[in-house]
């Protein structure tokens, strides 16, 4: 019996405890053994290298985050088993089973009793080991599941050629923190430090890097022909730049690091001319967007060509102007008290008398912004519309021009319809909405986040709408 | 007081009925739509003519715009295709093939390239309702990829059956050692059930309405399937809203992982310029080297266009349909873009012609330029009709813009490969004079400089033949106040219904007359609810609404198609009708219709919102909740 121990990066320690705990030997293995680690650090790769260097010890997996529940999981469980053995003693026959059946926990025993017993031909006791690739992953996980799997060997008879032995690999502490009177052998994968990531990285990517089709591309449309060295040199510089840029984003996660860079590297790749080649410094600069932003975005490209021109910038947000005014009115309508309307957006409020005219208004004790937008009919939302929605100045006295203040028009309508089948403009009532109705109450569905933004891209200062109003 | 007065202040209502003054027509209509022009000189073959023309470039235009509008749901299924077939071995890491197609109703059907023997394609449909869970949706899927894969193998063994009736099964999938269960150990082990690769293409249908968190744990499962060998996925995501609004609610690495390989189609055509510039040339083609486009007209459809954000095409069409029409219906000298009409210039066309700004500057400039005397008031007396000489020779003269512009587009899209210009844009900016701002966005377009240089010029007569907005009737009949158009088609019923059918020799006189005299129910009681306080009393409404109907011409009506066999009731009708005549008399009988038509008004009116009632109990008094008076 020897165990052969794979070299694994910053985890010898680990490997050396799944050595001693994972043997072909039933007899010298615990049934149950739990690997706990956060994401990304290294706990299946470490596995997987175990058993490869090791053939000889028995094993099947199972990635219970693709089976959702736990009868998909015992019925996985019952057909891998059942799979695996058949697979390694051809000879055997076995009658067979349907995994199907294995819907629950006793009827998973019974499978495996009818299924181990037909290897008792065997000469030798071996064991069998069942991953769990990240047990805790299971979509409807709930707390008994794991102490059924853990007793599973207390309900086989003792005297089976074939053991079955547990391997579950789970992510969180805390779930494995209620099942800690169970005394269960837990090999502990500490979180990689940064420079462990560091170096990880550059020993995966760096070979990957130099042979990418588009970096030769590249450096074969520039007409160079440097030695490798610098192709090196370029790939370990890029990923220690995005390392640094990204460290604090990403945490010591491998994975999230290695999508980073690999959405980069096309760009950053393009970015190599003849000139800073050789210059890490200047290569740095002439692509320093890239390090910026994470890029995560589906849009971020398109709308960055869209604005050029005047009559374009109307639509940067999809939506034309007049949309965005109505939007901005309905903000107004749902957050602002209709009593100040008359004070707020009137232009003649001296001709109104009492209180209202000059509008001492009570501060309010929380900033309205906070609230629930608050219901407002159709009408107020015109009226709004209608007072903020830009007058052309005479200039041109044609009537292509509106100089007189916007009315609803059927345009008007249309946007509004298209504000409410984009779901930024809603009914009160979600269901069954009767738009003829006068008692139809509308609310706006947009954050103080958009709503500024959109204002700001008609050059419209809605904030100052808001100042003032609460303590 | 006498006693007639008395009489007069006793009654419940007075009945008042204005003198209409009917509008006086000022020539008689001919068959066509369109009516005499200049003061009513233009002759009825003139009319004929203009109409004849109008109906030619029309019909024209549409066939062309049909032919447009078709290709864009072609192109957009090749698009699509395109996108879910492409190579995806060259990849270097495992990954979706990603389609968002934005502004989709969800009803877009996925065509797919001919299905070949080796590899399996399936659809799968989900919808917000059947996707509640992960759970549901990974069964559902697996479900509906089982059932696709087994239905052509059925038909195939169907068809071996009767050939020969023994039919060996074996050839079906030896299935019992690995199972088929509903999850993805079906994707996994898909080669050796089926003998085929897999090709999955899940259609997410209106993403908008998914629990975010539930597609993004999908997302996440269906990960795993990736690195699965001869397994390709694909998701196709129907959003209605916008890609950020989408992007917000999934997790960042799923970003991540969707944007490895991601395409956007826009399915609203009205993204780029491509088929709105398409539309805009074959209008300019259909008007080619006749009419003009002013500057003004042009600045109103984009300014209209961008006002409206989904359904822009159509939006154009609508406005140069509506352009052209009213431009042959308004100007007489419309009839003249056909050259060969010039021979029926007469005299009535000179007085217009005079006013023209353009031939006044350039009677001006023969002032200026010392010109003989005598030969300028010929010109303007149409002395041995010099005018008319003169007016034919400027006929055909062409405006050298359509040719510059076709001459940009060329340089643009052949030489620089700029396609995602706006062509109307490009058409205003040449118009006033400014194609060097406008070409200023494509820096490559310098070294092109002098060929593109373009100056607008003027021609005589040329505002007779320009398509422009100058009397306000696209801004008010295109995008009309929503109100007063309610308003219009509520008084005058003939804006909403089919026009009536006016058959030559027609048969009944009351028929005819009844028609022209009674207006809808609805539409009458509208021009009451008009009049009336914000608060009505019912009972005062309907008396008031009996007042106005024309008693006697119902009555004659009513009498008219009992008696008539040939009216249009059916049989029975007339029957319950005849009985109810006799035993009611005509005046109940009327009172009941009258009654009728009052109540089915007034809840319409309910339901259009026009009225409410004060309380759910009491039906005395309904408020207005428009039109409230003054």
Known sequence: MVINVPSVKFRDYQVDAVSS?????????????????????????????????????????????????????????????????????????????????????????KFLHAVLRSYQLLEKDISLFVVFDGFDQLQELDSELLPKFIKLHELLPPNLRVQLKFIYIVHDTAFLSRYST????????????????????????????????????????????????????????????????????????????????????????????????????????????????????????????????????????????????????????????????????SKKSHLRAGRSSYGRRAKMETNPRYLQPSLFPLERLFSIFQAIFPVEEQENHSIFHHTEPMRANVEVYENLAELNSLKLITTATPKNVDYLSYKLKWKVNVPWEIITELASSVNFDIADYFSGLHY | MSLNEFAEAQKTHYTVCPKVKRRRISCEKGIDPFVKLLAGKESMQMVNKRWVLYHQLHSQFHAQVEEIVHRVSIDMYREISSVLSKDTSKRTSPSFNCLFLLGSDSTTTIELHEQNSKTMQAIIDLTPKESPNVRMMLRRSMFKLLSATE???????????????????????????????????????????????????????????????????????????????????????????????????LRQSTIRLLKKDFTVIDLS???????????????????????????????????????????????????????????????????????????????????????????????????????????????????????????????????????????????????????????????????????????????????????????????????????????????????PFLRTNLENNLINSDRMLPPAKRL??????????????????????????REASSIINLYDFFLAFKETLPRSEIANFVNYSVENKESDLRHEDREKLSILLKEKGLDNLLDKMMLVWFVQSISEFQHMGLLKTQSNKSYEVVEKCIWRGL
């Open chain 1, 21 to 109: 705990f994972v043997s072909e030997d039933p007899s010298f293995a615990p049934p149950n053994v739990v690997i706990q680690g956060h994401h990304s650090s290294g706990k299946t790769l470490t596995m997987r290298k175990f058993f490869e260097y090791n053939p000889q010890i028995y094993n099947c997996w199972l990635n219970p985050i693709e089976l959702v529940s736990w009868k998909p999981l015992l019925q996985h469980v019952a057909r891998m088993i059942s799979s695996t053995l058949a697979n390694l003693f051809p000879d055997i026959s076995c009658e067979e089973q349907d995994a199907l059946e294995a819907e629950d926990f006793y009827l998973l025993i």
């Open chain 2, 269 to 479: 055509h009205n993204k780029g310029h491509k088929y709105a510039n398409q539309t805009f040339q074959s209008f300019l083609n259909t008007v080619d080297g006749k009419l003009n486009l002013s500057a003004e007209f042009i600045k109103f459809i984009l300014d209209k266009m961008s006002n409206n954000a989904t359904h822009n095409l159509q939006l154009l069409i609508k406005i140069l349909d509506y352009s052209l029409m009213s431009y042959f219906f308004q100007n007489p000298f419309s009839v003249f873009i056909d050259p060969t009409n010039v021979v029926n210039f007469d005299e009535n066309y000179l007085p217009p012609l005079l006013k023209c700004p353009t031939f006044m500057t350039f009677v001006e400039g023969m002032v200026h330029a010392h010109a003989p005397s005598e030969e300028i008031m010929a010109l303007l007396d149409n002395k041995n009709s010099t005018l008319e000489e003169f007016f034919t020779e400027f006929l055909v003269r062409e405006n050298p813009i359509n040719d510059h512009l076709k001459l940009v587009v060329d340089v643009l899209e052949n030489q620089l490969g700029v396609f995602n210009y706006n062509l109307i844009d490009l058409y205003y900016h040449m118009l006033t004079g400014k194609l060097h701002e406008f070409l200023q966005r494509w820096p490559e377009c310098q070294q092109f400089e002098d060929i593109l240089k373009f100056e607008p010029v003027d021609i005589i007569f040329q505002e007779l033949f320009t398509l422009d907005n100058s009397k306000e009737l696209f801004s008010q009949s295109l995008f």
């Open chain 1, 182 to 345: 169970y005394n269960l052998p837990t090999i502990i994968f500490p979180r990689y430090k940064h420079e462990q990531v560091a170096e990880i990285l550059l020993q995966k990517k760096v070979s990957e890097y130099i042979e990418s089709e588009k970096l030769l591309c590249k450096v074969v449309s520039c007409g160079l022909d440097p030695e490798d060295s610098t192709f090196e040199q370029i790939a370990e510089n890029y990923i220690k730049i995005i390392i640094q840029a990204f460290h604090s984003y990403t945490g010591n996660d491998i994975v999230a690091l290695g999508d980073l860079m690999d959405s980069k590297w096309e760009s950053y790749v393009q970015s190599i001319t003849a000139e800073n080649i050789n210059e890490p410094l200047s290569l740095y600069r002439s692509n320093i967007d890239l390090y910026t932003t994470t890029g995560d975005t589906f849009v971020a490209e398109e709308e960055a060509c869209v604005e050029t021109g005047d009559s374009e910038r109307a639509t940067a947000y999809e939506l034309s102007c007049i949309s965005k005014f109505l939007l901005i009115a309905a903000y107004l309508c749902s957050y602002l008290e209709p009593r100040y309307d008359s004070k707020i957006f």
């Open chain 2, 151 to 249: 239905a052509p193998l059925r038909v195939k063994t169907d068809e071996k059956e009767s050939f020969a009736p023994e039919g060996d099964m074996g050839e079906l999938p030896r299935t019992s050692p690995l199972g088929i269960s509903y999850d993805l150990s079906l994707v996994q082990n898909f080669r050796k059930l089926f003998g085929k690769r897999l090709k999955l293409i899940f259609n997410f249908k209106d993403v908008d309405s998914f629990n975010s968190q539930v597609l993004d744990d999908f997302i996440i499962l269906l990960k795993s399937a990736l690195n699965y060998k001869d397994v390709e996925i694909c998701l196709v995501l129907n959003i209605n809203t916008n890609l950020s609004n989408i992007q917000k609610n």
């Open chain 2, 504 to 529: 030559p020799g027609i048969k009944d006189p009351f028929e005819a007359e009844f028609n022209s005299s009674v207006d809808l129910p609805l539409c009458q009681l509208f021009s009451l609810y």
